[in-house]
């Protein structure tokens, strides 16, 4: 039974297929797209009702992210790729909505398990995903 609190936690990205071809279909130059195709990512997931954190710990591509949405909103986010805005809905064990990065509307959805979760995002024809799972 799924319940919540297999959303909080921390994660470390496991592995993905097809960020860097993401990356560059937002405009993202190929040699920062590899730098940041090979990060593992660590991100801290927490909520409460309709917030959302999500923490990212610095590292040497970045200073920390902290971004904090509210469910069923648009809500302006930072990201490696500067600022943009995010509206998810909450379905179950799924977070899915539309985000809006670089002049570019994209779908994206989090799937979460007891294990970790799955990170799906699609620009256009590209679709790509990440899968981290729970440490």
Not at 84 to 92: E, F, K, R, S, Y
Request: hydrophobic residues 35%.
């Amino acid at each position: 039974i799924f319940t919540m609190s297999c959303i909080n936690g921390k994660y470390q990205l496991d592995s993905h297929d097809n960020f860097e071809k993401y990356l560059s279909a937002l405009g993202v130059p190929a040699d920062k797209a590899a730098e940041m195709g090979k990060a593992k990512t660590v991100v801290e997931i927490t909520q409460e009702g309709k917030q959302m954190t999500m923490f990212y710990p610095a590292n040497s591509q970045r200073p920390e992210v902290k971004n904090v949405l509210t469910l069923g909103q648009e809500t302006e986010l930072t990201s490696a790729m500067g600022k943009h805005t995010v509206n998810l809905n909450q379905d179950g064990n799924t977070f899915k909505g539309v985000i809006k990065a670089a002049g570019k509307t994209m779908t994206s959805s989090f799937t979460f398990s007891e294990s970790g979760f799955i990170d799906m995002i699609t620009l256009g024809d590209v679709t790509a995903t990440r899968r981290y799972k729970r440490i």
